[in-house]
């Protein structure tokens, strides 16, 4: 059966996304992907990049389903695992041993503004634990910086989030960046994307340098 879904902005992203993936990955091992929704992204970029292997995730059902859909529709079945049932709250997560063997980095796109601060935290915490110095945590999407909206677009957006549920909405980067430094992630990289969004790249260090660095910021 097609379970394919369709989420538009991953045809308007895909392109800008991958350009910054080309300076981090490294030409090995597994990339895991939190809230990977449709599966369009994981399809796209294991295609763009064969020799890393694509681990997406979900606790959606219907988007796991997609994903399975989506993996067999562009002939990966050899080359890309099956989705994991990954609530970033659900912790440990079950994560298969050649995975945590060969884990290079975690990438999380939109997913932070549409999930609560407990996520938010345990995205950072759980990371923190299944990567090693060195390894990176990639974020998408939109943010405010020092607190305040980069542009109308996102302020509205932000507003249209929190009426659909009080815990949602676009996030401080500085908050953020907080947070990640609690889990031993200095804020390596952040890259403006087209449509008021970022690209964050975390660098995961041993937590003592990370708070020196957080401080230094
Ligand atoms: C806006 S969609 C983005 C999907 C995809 N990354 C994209 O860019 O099209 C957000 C995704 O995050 C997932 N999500 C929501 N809460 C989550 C949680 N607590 N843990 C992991 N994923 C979550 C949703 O199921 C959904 O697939």
């Known amino acids: 059966m097609d379970n394919r879904l ?16 080309s300076r981090i990955l490294l030409t090995r091992g597994f990339i895991l992907e939190i809230g990977s929704g449709s599966g369009e992204h994981g399809v796209v970029f294991q295609k763009y990049f064969p ?3 694509w681990q997406s995730s979900d606790p959606e059902l219907i988007h796991r389903n997609s994903i399975s859909s989506w993996i067999e529709h562009e002939e990966l079945n050899l080359k890309m695992p099956q989705p994991l049932d990954i609530n970033v709250e659900k912790i440990p997560w079950e994560i ?16 932070i503004h549409i999930a609560s601060w407990n996520c938010i935290r345990a995205l950072f ?3 923190g634990k299944l990567l090693s110095n060195g390894k990176f945590l990639m974020l998408y999407g939109p943010f405010k910086i020092g607190n305040k909206h980069i542009s109308q677009s996102n302020e509205l957006f932000d507003n249209s989030l929190k009426m659909q ?10 908050e953020v960046s907080e947070e990640a430094a609690k889990n031993g992630f200095i804020e390596e990289q952040l890259i403006r994307m087209p449509a008021y969004n970022f690209s964050v790249i975390y660098r995961k260090i041993s937590i003592k340098d990370s708070e020196l660095c957080f401080k230094h910021f």
């Open 165 to 174: 549920n009080k815990s949602w909405g676009v996030r401080d980067l500085g």
């Open 96 to 111: 298969p041993s050649e995975l945590l063997l060969s884990i290079q980095g975690i990438i999380s796109i939109n997913m």
């Open 6 to 21: 369709f989420f538009p902005a991953t045809q308007r992203n895909r392109k800008s996304i991958k350009e910054v993936l």
């Open 125 to 127: 915490n759980e990371s």
């Open 51 to 53: 020799e890393i292997t």
